[in-house]
């Protein structure tokens, strides 16, 4: 065996005296705490420095969340919360990216790779005082991922390639044995899903409370549900919610991680995230002093740059370090074919070469230079450049020479002559082309208001489009008004981005033809077409082996073939990490999930707060 050792102000709800009371927190080091090495030379946080408890941290969000159910979550303004609350059985080390235990304080791996024994960490609880054990993993697994009644992306990504799951098992109540029918490489990532509470949310499941409807837990834990209800194991937990306004997150008092010192993380008390109207406002808020850190836009770095002495602020700039993730254009093969309408639209967006028209009619160098002041890369793969894997290195791990670059160079003309080719032309000399009937070709641009790259972005797109006769408009939508739309197929073209990681098969829900986000085409799911049934080939053979060099030839030819011929999203750019923040706060140089390799909750944990 391998060892591995918001409603109105006054609606504002909060937590109440008696649930405050029930929290206080360890009396002592639990028996397995995470021992955090800050500061500690030779380990990957040696560059941190360790601190004392205390402080309120402001960052600021655009739009308000959509649930607290983690398991169900699919969009960002869910999961900056989620993910603050819930941990999984391992994580990636949010500096250098390498799996490590996490609710798991070890584990054993078979001779053959088929069998991980999972070692919990004993003594640590949930924040409710609750104790964690085996039953709320194997709840987690059994009863809600792999649980069909429940809405989740989980699932797909944890799918062996011969349609089976990994079976877990308890031994005890502080082991968990995971068996495989076959070789999986990403296990280790994929098993890291953040855990759930049993004994909070068993009794919302069907499968285990059949006096409640089938989906109930799909409602379970939604902005209505009372803070005091919600639990987790992560850093931090809800305090309260203003519809419109914040969200006040207080340390978790059972949260398991400490410091070299002793110190029980996070050190910071509170988490408030600002929601505001756009990237502007954040701006606005940030030079006034009323956030500590932000997100900062590749545009904003001038303006921050200039005040960098007087402020006392850090703004950080990685030309050579692009942020996880894709930014992209759907285009939706499925449109009106729930009612039965728009068969015309439907069968253009189904069409290959308007989609390949509309990667060359996509400006995607005038979007870099006029919206983020130059600091972003043209975007082919869905794998980020950061991974071993990305098909723009020749072999796994190897310098990027983008050899294998799937490139549409902007070109008006030949977008047109495409549209010709395949009889979108102008039938009754208005200028705008039309179907083979005489119908005018429209179709909208959706993307989130105040986003105001990704709204200069469509803008761009339609402007272009335009010009060659395509009758486009820009619509900017509410945030979750447009997750609701993509997730039901309703709409015509889509302009969003994805979270990434590394590893290639965390992409499963979105590129397999019968994932959750499949959202461009969420009919192949009975009806693929060939390239798409291709691709989930080639998903399968880059976890079916632990040679990586093996998995990298599978995953090159499915970023390749992604890319070329089956054209779902339309990839646009990469922008380069940039990030500001007062110099009060004590290692926000990793802060930001979009600057860690785990894109999960960065180093908020660590965050040392040393403002008067």
């Not at 006392?312 to 030309?319: K, L, S």
């Not at 723009?392 to 977008?415: C, H, M, Q």
Request: with cysteine; hydrophobic share 40%; proline share 5%.
């Amino acid at each position: 065996m391998k060892k591995l050792v918001l409603i109105t102000a006054s609606l504002l709800v909060v937590f109440s005296a008696c649930a405050v009371a029930l929290a206080q927190g360890y009396e002592v080091m639990p028996e397995d705490a995470l021992i955090i090495p800050l500061g500690v030379e030779g380990t990957p946080y040696d560059f941190l420095e360790p601190g004392l408890r205390g402080g309120t941290m402001y960052i600021s969000t655009i739009g308000d969340p959509k649930k607290w159910n983690h398991t169900t979550s699919k969009e960002t303004s869910t999961t900056l919360y989620t993910s603050q609350m819930m941990a999984g059985l391992t994580n990636q080390n949010p500096v250098n990216g390498a799996i490590e235990p996490e609710l798991a304080k070890s584990w054993d791996i078979s001779d053959d790779g088929l069998v991980i024994t999972f070692h919990l960490r004993r003594g640590i609880m949930w924040s409710d005082s609750e104790p964690f054990t085996a039953d709320d993993v194997l709840f987690t697994f059994n009863d809600l991922i792999y649980n069909e009644d429940v809405d989740t992306s989980s699932r797909d990504n944890i799918q062996l390639p011969d349609d089976t799951f990994p079976v877990v098992e308890k031994v005890d109540d502080h082991t968990v044995k995971v068996t495989l029918s076959m070789t999986f490489r990403p296990i280790l990532t994929q098993i890291g899903v953040g855990i759930m509470p049993k004994h909070k949310l068993a009794r919302y499941v069907h499968k285990l409370n059949p006096d409640v409807a089938v989906g109930t837990f799909n409602e379970t834990w939604g902005l209505d549900t009372d803070p005091a209800e919600l639990c987790g194991l992560g850093p931090f937990i809800v305090e309260s919610y203003e519809p419109d306004q914040q969200v006040v997150m207080r340390r978790n008092p059972y949260h398991y991680r400490y410091d070299a010192n002793g110190t029980q993380l996070p050190y910071i008390d509170k988490y408030v995230i600002l929601t505001v109207a756009s990237q502007d406002v954040s701006l606005l808020k940030f030079r006034n002093g009323e956030l500590d850190v932000f997100g900062c836009r590749p545009a904003d770095v001038p303006i921050l740059k200039a005040e960098e002495a007087a402020k006392d602020i850090t703004v950080m700039v990685a030309r050579d370090k692009p942020v996880l993730g894709t930014t992209w254009i759907t285009v939706n093969q499925d449109v009106g074919l729930a009612d039965g309408t728009r068969e015309n639209l439907r069968n253009l967006f189904r069409n290959s070469k308007f989609r390949v028209a509309l990667c060359h009619a996509m400006d995607k160098q005038t979007m870099i230079n006029n919206l983020v002041n130059g600091l972003a890369v043209p975007q082919w793969s869905p794998v980020s450049l950061l991974s071993p894997f990305y098909a723009g290195r020749d072999y796994y791990g190897g310098p990027i020479t983008e050899t294998n670059s799937v490139i549409f160079e902007y070109d008006l003309d030949k977008a047109a002559s495409l549209l010709d080719e395949i009889g979108i032309i102008d039938r009754n000399g208005d200028g705008w082309r039309d179907f083979e009937d005489g119908t005018a070709v429209e179709m909208e641009f959706n993307t989130n208001v105040g986003n105001t790259v990704r709204e200069g972005a469509i803008l761009i797109i339609v402007d272009d489009l335009n010009k060659i006769g395509l009758k486009a408009i820009a619509n900017p939508i509410d945030f979750n008004t447009l997750v609701t739309k993509l997730l039901s197929a309703d709409y015509d073209f889509v302009y969003l981005g994805l979270t990434g990681g590394t590893e290639p098969n965390s992409g499963g829900n979105v590129y397999r033809p019968c994932g959750t986000l499949h959202a461009w085409h969420y009919s192949a799911c009975e009806e693929p077409y060939e390239v798409e049934k291709r691709i989930d080939e080639l998903l399968d053979a880059g976890v079916a082996t632990l040679d990586n060099d093996k998995a990298f030839e599978a995953y090159k030819e499915y970023q390749i073939t992604l890319a070329a011929e089956d054209l779902g999203l339309l990839y646009t750019f990469n922008n380069a990490y940039t990030y500001v923040y007062y110099n009060y706060v004590g290692n926000a140089q990793v802060a930001s999930p979009l600057g860690s390799p785990s894109s999960y909750y960065g180093l908020t944990w660590d965050l040392v707060f040393k403002k008067g």
